[in-house]
């Protein structure tokens, strides 16, 4: 793996509709003193821009391919029509593509739903980009299905959307080349899994002491083994020393009573002395 020091700064791409402010936010409390560039890249370019090395990872739409690029899928968003505000099909809170059979229905060019072409009637032509596309809307020539973040996106006034329960879903993902795992993209894996900040920073280090803790294992055992004996050995031996010490502090003791005996045996000297004659 790359070390950290040889990205002094971390590219992030992300495509339209996504949001990364709030794992940004995180990654500056963390580490306030590596710079995070966000590039935004339409998501139909974004694999060639991770490709050629341009950013170090990107928040994307799935698929992509996993040959090449490792991908941490985060959520999956919500379909809707875009349609203008006084279409009868507000009326409903969601609908179906059963109920979009009549209706003329937009296939962008950068459209980003896994599909040939969307149900209903097919427009006169594809617009080039899904901002087109709701400008066509506005101008009630046809509608739109995409993920609820691009309807917000590209909001307008005069135009809403409503919940297609059985259209394709778009994923987003954490994606980045499988080759180029470095340690910022590792510490950026750890903030979108919602990692605290000692579960990221601490899990290298934790390693380490790991290490040190079986090195000094096998250094023990590797110690043991020349003399033939082991750590716990050394304790019986210890305890037999001290239990041959008591001997010696019984003839201490022994000692003291024979000192104490022969103090005693003084004043038995004196009554002995004899008596002065008159």
Do not use: C
């Amino acid at each position: 793996m790359t070390g950290s020091e040889e990205s002094p700064s971390f590219r992030l791409a992300y495509v339209p509709g996504v949001t990364p402010a709030k794992w940004v936010k995180v990654w500056h409390e963390r580490l306030p003193g590596i710079p995070l560039t966000l590039v935004q890249v339409p998501a139909a370019e974004a694999p060639d821009l991770l490709r050629a090395g341009e950013a170090d990872a990107g928040l994307v739409r799935l698929p992509v391919d996993r040959d090449f690029f490792s991908a941490i899928p985060l959520y999956t968003e919500t379909s809707v029509v875009v349609v203008p505000k006084d279409h009868v099909i507000t009326a409903a809170d969601e609908v179906t593509l059963a109920d979009l059979a009549d209706e003329v229905l937009f296939h962008p060019l950068d459209d980003v739903f896994d599909w040939e072409r969307p149900p209903g009637e097919a427009a006169f032509e594809r617009p080039a980009t899904t901002p087109d596309a709701i400008e066509l809307v506005a101008a009630n020539v046809g509608l739109l299905i995409v993920p609820q973040s691009l309807a917000r996106l590209y909001h307008r006034r005069d135009l809403t959307y409503r919940p297609v329960t059985d259209a394709p879903r778009s994923d987003v993902a954490l994606s980045w080349p499988q080759e180029a795992t470095t340690d910022l993209v590792e510490e950026f894996i750890g903030i979108v899994r919602g990692r605290t900040v000692n579960s990221t920073r601490g899990r290298t280090a934790a390693g380490r002491a790991e290490g040190r803790t079986a090195d000094g294992g096998a250094a023990e055992g590797r110690t043991a083994k020349p003399g033939g004996t082991s750590q716990a050995d050394k304790k019986p031996r210890g305890a037999g020393q001290s239990a041959r010490q008591k001997p010696a502090a019984a003839t201490s003791s022994g000692g003291r009573g024979r000192r104490a005996r022969t103090g005693g045996a003084k004043p038995a000297a004196k009554r002995g002395k004899p008596r002065r004659r008159s």
